[in-house]
């Protein structure tokens, strides 16, 4: 497999991290997000939305979209269970990623990190924070009664939430209120094959 990818991004790790726990050998492919890469005639037949990660399965076939590749690489392994209602709730965990967390804290440390906007921007930083800060109330209450957050088996959950949770501080969250999250985060840490986010 081929996996079209930025280096720092999040989204970009979730599927690496994944494959190289499972042991399936891939290609990173260094895609210039910021250099248009990803706009370009070729990138856009491949992917219409014109964003990474994707994720190339065979020649010819792709698959976009970060939680996807997670339930497609994860098939009939333990990262996402079989019983329907135990993987109703690693998904439920995965859309809860993309609708309360990802847009307040993914996004607030690409203006702070990639775009230097934290002073010039404040305002709507800091409200946006508010909003982040909310996602990781509801990740602190989860994991205060159960050590992953679908329950007591590592998921793809945690993969999907661990992505930009483990580098929020580059945004300006502070997590030491959040002792549940910063034992969550050293639990996915110590998986077998974790590898940390490729430094750009």
């Not at 109703?88 to 609708?99: G, N, R």
């Not at 969250?173 to 094959?193: I, N």
Request: aromatic share 12%; net charge neutral; with cysteine.
């Amino acid at each position: 497999m081929k996996l079209f990818a930025m280096t720092g991004s999040g989204n970009c790790w979730k599927a690496a991290t994944l494959m190289e726990q499972l042991g399936i050998a891939f290609e990173w492919i260094e895609v210039d997000v910021v250099g248009g890469a990803t706009r370009t005639p070729a990138f856009l037949a491949r992917n219409p939305n014109g964003k990474v990660p994707l994720l190339e399965i065979r020649p010819g076939q792709y698959l976009a979209e970060s939680n996807a590749m997670l339930c497609y690489l994860a098939e009939g392994s333990p990262l996402l269970p079989k019983e329907r209602y135990a993987r109703a709730k690693v998904l439920e965990w995965m859309f809860f990623e993309q609708y309360s967390h990802e847009p307040y804290i993914a996004t607030v440390r690409y203006w702070v990190k990639f775009l230097g906007k934290r002073d010039e921007w404040k305002e709507k930083i800091a409200t946006a924070m508010e909003r982040g800060h909310a996602a990781f109330g509801v990740m602190e209450r989860q994991l205060q009664h159960q050590p992953f957050l679908a329950g007591d088996a590592y998921s793809v959950a945690d993969i999907a939430l661990f992505a930009y949770t483990h580098v929020a501080d580059e945004g300006g969250y502070e997590l030491t209120k959040y002792p549940g999250v910063r034992d969550w985060l050293a639990r996915v840490a110590a998986r077998p094959g974790f590898r940390a986010m490729r430094e750009g």
